[in-house]
């Protein structure tokens, strides 16, 4: 489903209005969907009764981690997305709607204390869903010791004490939240977040039962019988690798909305197979790649969407405790003008992505006037083979060499490959003197050398969690753990901060510091170098309705998905 301008102005004016306007100690949140009617609306075609609710699904990755607490990927939060549910969830309009919340929190006049009541819900196991399990959950992932790569980084600043829990200088038990019982949870802010709501669906604040994840230990989320659901499906069939399959939780609080009784996922790195299983009818939805999108351009069941994902090349400034050739800002900004984006979108990718020379995704934010946030800022570092040879000389000058090696990091899939050996024949056709080594691995060898810093060059991604520029910007502030480059800028810190602090209670205020900040990052500083946005063509039966799929957080939702009858 392709989200709308409409959709983030409703979004964003529900929020904002809550403690900017300051005129109610309740969040109305007029216009949203009702969570007992209309986010649960049910298709407006029946599924036909004598059919399987059976769905067969395709991915390109093993799922790298399903503990809320320690995912990272894109893989890991779909399938989070679809077997749990936080106080919020993405409903089939991408609007977030109470989920595990009974109705919307109450609001203090100041925005910095939401408090939310529960529904009557249960795990899988029949135990009830508590505010305690939120607190443990949100508390776990801020917690030090327990290696989060997102708890500490979208708590730090925003939730009470976070920060100094970060720093050793706070009991993970001063963070602030709260449950006075078992249906009252308690959020104290640091400041006014506008865009909170939004990440209450995000996987790193869904709740974990604290008993039997204690009972687990290491072994916690390792396979799908190590792990309870409080959401439409539960996992089954899965040890820790390989293909896994989703089945109806009939535990779940909104069961009667589900149609679906089982989805299998099977992991499937080669488009070529992919395609095949669809034709013989035994996977229901396919991912095209440039030549099939191409060769099936015309077909009906063809789906196009632009999604909010955004590729880049991150440069590592430092690696294995040394400066590498990269921190030369020269040799970056060679390597930022050195390969036709274009090129790469219409001939390479051929399947709806955009060339992007930006970082911030196109119709993704709009402040609240509708003003898309590409609209404040500009294009960056442009397909230009003149300066790139320019900027090379000077770099290789400044190094004392006349030839650079350089590795690129990159996947193991068919496509990923094609993609790196296009990318290995710009470079080196345009950079006189550099040689392209490239190091294709698996996803999850890719996640952990990236944790370690052990790379030149690396193409990565990022969807965006939730509906606002810093979900992008603040990636490659100093303190990310997701920057792991080497890279700092003190006016690139500051201008973000500036975003949560002086300029939180002004939009347009906001969007202008993140596009000075993106001018820093993409042009003086060609700190990373973006590629493209990425567009999906995809084959899908028709008999497939109400699949949802997402512009933040996890890609798709399967709640609403049912099988209807061939039309005839």
């Known amino acids: 489903m392709k989200k709308h301008k409409f959709m983030w102005l409703v979004s964003i004016l529900l929020v904002l209005s809550a403690f900017l306007a300051a005129c109610s100690d309740k969040n109305e949140n007029e216009g949203a969907a009702d ?62 709607v109470p989920g595990m919340a009974d109705g919307d929190p109450e609001i203090s006049e100041d925005g910095l204390t939401y408090t939310f009541k529960l529904r009557d819900a249960q795990w899988s196991n029949g135990t009830p869903v508590t505010a305690h399990d939120f607190v443990y959950a949100w508390q776990r992932a801020v917690d030090p010791n327990t290696g989060s790569p997102y708890g500490p980084y979208l708590m730090a600043g925003m939730i009470k004490n976070a920060t100094e829990i970060g720093e050793k200088t706070a009991a993970v038990t001063d963070l602030g939240v709260s449950a006075p019982d078992d249906k009252t949870f308690v959020v104290q802010l640091e400041r006014p977040v506008p865009y909170f709501l939004s990440l209450m669906s995000f996987g790193t604040f869904y709740p974990l039962n604290e008993e039997f994840v204690t009972a687990q230990g290491d072994a916690y989320a390792t396979t799908s019988d190590n792990m309870l659901y409080n959401g439409p499906f539960e996992l089954s069939a899965w040890d820790g690798t390989g293909n896994w399959k989703y089945v109806k939780n009939e535990k779940y609080w909104d069961a009667a909305t589900v149609q679906l009784e089982e989805i299998n996922v099977d992991v499937v790195k080669e488009t070529s197979t992919a395609v095949q299983l669809y034709e013989q009818g035994k996977k229901d939805r396919v991912l095209l790649s440039a030549e099939y999108a191409m060769q099936y351009a015309d077909d009906p069941n063809i789906i196009n969407e632009l999604e909010t994902s955004v590729f880049y090349f991150k440069l590592n400034q430092e690696r294995n405790g040394k400066p590498t050739p990269l921190a030369n800002a020269d040799i970056r900004k060679a390597l930022a003008r050195a390969f036709d984006k274009e090129e790469l979108a219409s001939a390479v990718l051929a ?70 050996e296009w990318f290995k024949s710009q470079f080196e056709k345009n950079l006189p003197g550099l040689t392209i080594k490239l190091k294709e691995v698996p996803f999850s060898v890719r996640l952990d050398l990236d944790n370690a810093s052990d790379y030149d060059i690396q193409n990565a991604g990022w969807g965006p969690d939730f509906q606002d520029p810093i979900s992008f910007i603040e990636l ?36 202008e510091a993140f596009a000075k900040a993106e001018k820093i990052l993409l042009e003086e500083e060609a700190a990373v170098i973006p590629q493209y946005q990425r567009g999906r063509m995809v084959l899908m039966n028709p008999n497939v309705q109400g699949l949802a799929t997402h512009p933040f957080g996890g890609d798709y939702s399967y709640k609403w998905t049912y099988i209807a009858e061939e039309a005839k």
């Open 351 to 420: 399947n709806g992505s955009i060339a992007a020379d930006y970082l911030v995704a196109d119709q993704f934010t709009y402040d609240p006037n509708g003003k898309d946030f590409r609209d404040y800022s500009g294009d960056f570092n442009s397909y230009n083979v003149e300066e790139a040879q320019e900027f090379w000389a000077k770099g290789l000058k400044a190094l004392g060499v006349d030839k650079l090696e350089i590795e690129i990091l990159g996947g193991d899939t068919e496509n990923a490959k094609k993609q790196q």
């Open 476 to 511: 490659f502030v100093s303190s990310s753990p997701q920057n792991l480059m080497g890279y700092s800028n003190p006016e690139y810190d500051a201008l973000v901060e500036s975003t949560k602090t002086t300029l939180a209670a002004d939009p347009v205020a906001r969007f």
């Open 35 to 96: 969570p007992e009617k209309d986010a649960d609306k049910p298709a407006t075609d029946k599924p036909a009764e004598e059919l399987p609710q059976v769905l067969n699904l395709i991915e390109a990755a093993e799922i790298p981690s399903i503990d809320s607490s320690l995912s990272e990927d894109a893989v890991g939060f779909n399938v989070l997305n679809n077997i749990m549910e936080g106080l919020y969830r993405l409903d089939a309009d991408s609007l977030p």
